[in-house]
């Protein structure tokens, strides 16, 4: 359709419009624009594909030979701006016989029947809603008539894209290749893991997660499946992105994992090392508990008495109470033996009052909220069912629309197309 032919239509489509609109409330007048607009849209999409340049009867096949022109092709390509017929010719090869399509190269297609575009509204939507409610959104606010399943394919396929790259950078990163720089300046840099237990192939497993916290600039989460170790390249990835390397101080939080705390030690050597409060103050409840069973009175008190005893940097007087204890029965042993190695190894992690006057988090509360974001935030909900790689993507994809990264999303969907 010719420009001056365009603006004729689109001309007809006001003036009705706007005869429509007559009496109408705002709601009513807001829907009729929005219409007019994906339909003005869809026009000069048109126009833009059919006044391309004429295809050369000649191209360069990848094998350094010639390939000819021999047909023209049609495929039908969803995008943005409506359906549209895309005509692009085919090509073959006079040395190697492969036959080619330029066209889809300069075009940016790729093999799937969506636009990048397409894929990465709908990536991004999957990553913040459930896929069929993606599918309600993407029918009402875009017009886009996707069903719940390709939803789920275009996210779960871009978000693989997403980790793919975000673990080979990190790779690269934390093996020097990449020289990462930030502008990014803290004072105080919080670094916090944990974890948080998804549903996958049928049985529970780890999901774990960090954030990244500091008052100059706000909060980031990563979330990942993988083992300890990418996890950890992973974390100090996000770390330098967000210039660990140039805060004044930095300060690990986390439960009192051994794992996480090699990690810690790795990645981030010097760094200040804190038990998260609330774990600290869990372990308390276990002994009493084990020690006064039949007491709520003694066990609330031994708790209130060394929680006071915590916060004031006292975590030896804690460690002496513990010692006084006799159990008798097998498990009590086990429960003191275990709690006396938690609170010895982490002793050095527990000087609360010390931290506090430092002006340093002990509670590791940012974390947390990050677990429940991937978590019931968007895995954990009812009905929902994954498969490993599905979790993988979908928190990759998560990731980059918390911390705002979505045009990490457009540059994976260009691939995942």
Not at 20 to 37: I, N, T
Not at 43 to 48: D, H, N, R, S
Not at 340 to 366: K, V
């Amino acid at each position: 359709m010719p420009a001056e032919a365009i603006v004729s239509e689109l001309m007809r489509l006001l003036q009705n419009a706007l005869c429509d609109a007559k009496g109408s409330d705002l709601s009513a007048m807001e829907q009729r624009a929005v219409e007019f607009g994906r339909r003005a849209s869809e026009l000069a999409m048109g126009e833009m594909l059919r006044s391309q340049e004429a295809e050369p009867v000649v191209v360069e096949c990848k094998c350094g030979g010639c390939a000819y022109i021999k047909e023209n092709r049609s495929r039908v390509q969803v995008t943005l701006a409506g359906s549209h017929v895309i005509y692009r010719a085919r090509y073959q090869c006079r040395s190697c016989g492969a036959w080619i399509y330029p066209g889809d190269v300069r075009l940016g297609i790729g093999s799937g029947g969506y636009s990048a575009g397409v894929v990465a509204l709908s990536s991004e939507v999957a990553a913040g809603f459930p896929f069929e409610a993606s599918e309600g959104f993407l029918a009402r606010r875009f017009g886009l008539d996707l069903c719940y399943k390709q939803v789920q394919r275009i996210a779960e396929r871009t978000g693989a894209v997403i980790a793919r790259q975000e673990f080979e950078q990190a790779s690269e990163v934390v093996a020097g290749n990449i020289v990462m720089e930030s502008e990014l300046r803290h004072s105080t840099f919080t670094v916090s893991a944990d974890g948080v237990m998804v549903h996958s192939d049928g049985a529970w497993t780890e999901m774990k997660c960090a954030s990244f916290l500091s008052e100059e600039h706000g909060r980031s989460t990563i979330a990942t499946m993988e083992r300890a170790e990418k996890f950890g390249e992973l974390l100090y990835l996000e770390a330098v992105r967000r210039g660990v390397r140039c805060a004044d101080r930095v300060v690990f939080v986390a439960d009192g994992a051994v794992w996480i705390w090699n990690l810690a030690a790795h990645h981030f050597p010097g760094c200040v090392e804190i038990v998260d409060w609330y774990h600290a103050t869990q372990h308390l409840w276990e002994i009493a508990n084990a020690w006064y069973p039949n007491s709520k009175r003694k066990t609330d008190a031994w708790v209130k008495k060394n929680k006071a005893r915590l916060m004031e940097d006292g975590v030896s007087r804690v460690i002496s109470s513990i010692k006084q204890w006799k159990p008798t029965d097998e498990d009590g042993q086990k429960v003191k033996r275990e709690n006396l190695h938690y609170f010895t190894t982490n002793a050095r992690r527990m000087l609360y009052a010390s931290f506090r006057n430092d002006g340093y988090h002990i509670g590791s509360g940012s974390v947390e909220s990050a677990c429940k974001q991937y978590g019931h935030g968007r895995l954990k909900q009812a009905g929902m069912r994954w498969k490993l790689d599905g979790i993988e993507a979908v928190a990759h994809l998560r990731s980059a629309l918390l911390n705002a990264r979505t045009d990490n999303i457009l540059e994976a969907a260009r691939i995942a197309a």
